[in-house]
């Protein structure tokens, strides 16, 4: 067996010749990647294994006119987060829920702004700090900032159960702490 191309540009033509070793390559490096895009959702490991083999089918349909200029990476993640999406999608029709998951949201507002590695981070970054802070802080800020519907402070403060005129206060400190958790 030879080495295995290092570049991307080099993975996506050794994958166009049909080189064994650059697909072996390509999943090495890759698909621990895609496979965690569907578990930072919350998806069970039976689905981000559906969604794994979905995106490198993709990529494999994909790959005549992907550019060799392409960040495989970013193209990957791309893919597994719009196939996760529809997943999730699919399953919110199926189960009416009105909240949704802090985690799930973190990757949501971090994805609708950048895309690709960039997004990706800012998302992981936002999921740390929202893990470390009090499950009231969590709540709090997802009710506030990741809810899709926008609650006002009443109906943020009857979910939670507080008074309407805590959550701006409590917003504050949790805001506060957050910072601090992550060094702000």
Not at 4 to 20: E, F, H, Q, T, Y
Not at 41 to 56: H, K, R
Not at 73 to 80: K, N, P
């Amino acid at each position: 067996m030879r080495n295995a191309p290092k570049s991307d540009r080099s993975l996506i033509r050794a994958c166009r010749r049909g080189d064994v070793d650059g697909w072996q390559s390509v999943l090495d490096r890759y698909e621990r990647l895609v496979f965690s895009v569907p578990r930072r959702y919350g998806l069970s490991p039976e689905d981000a294994a559906d969604i794994t083999q979905l995106t490198f089918t993709i990529l494999i349909q994909s790959m005549d006119t992907l550019s060799e200029d392409s960040n495989l990476g970013a193209w990957l993640i791309t893919v597994a987060r719009r196939h996760t999406w529809r997943l999730l999608d699919r399953n919110r029709r199926k189960v009416a829920s009105e909240h949704v998951g802090w985690a799930e949201a973190t990757m949501l507002l971090a994805s609708n702004d950048r895309e690709g590695i960039e997004g990706w981070e800012l998302s992981e970054w936002l999921n740390h700090g929202l893990s470390l802070v009090s499950k009231d802080c969590r709540n709090l800020l997802s009710a506030l900032y990741l809810d899709h519907e926008q609650p006002s402070y009443a109906d943020v403060a009857a979910r939670l159960g507080m008074a309407v005129g805590s959550v701006g206060p409590t917003r504050i400190r949790c805001l506060k702490r957050l910072r601090q958790l992550l060094g702000e």
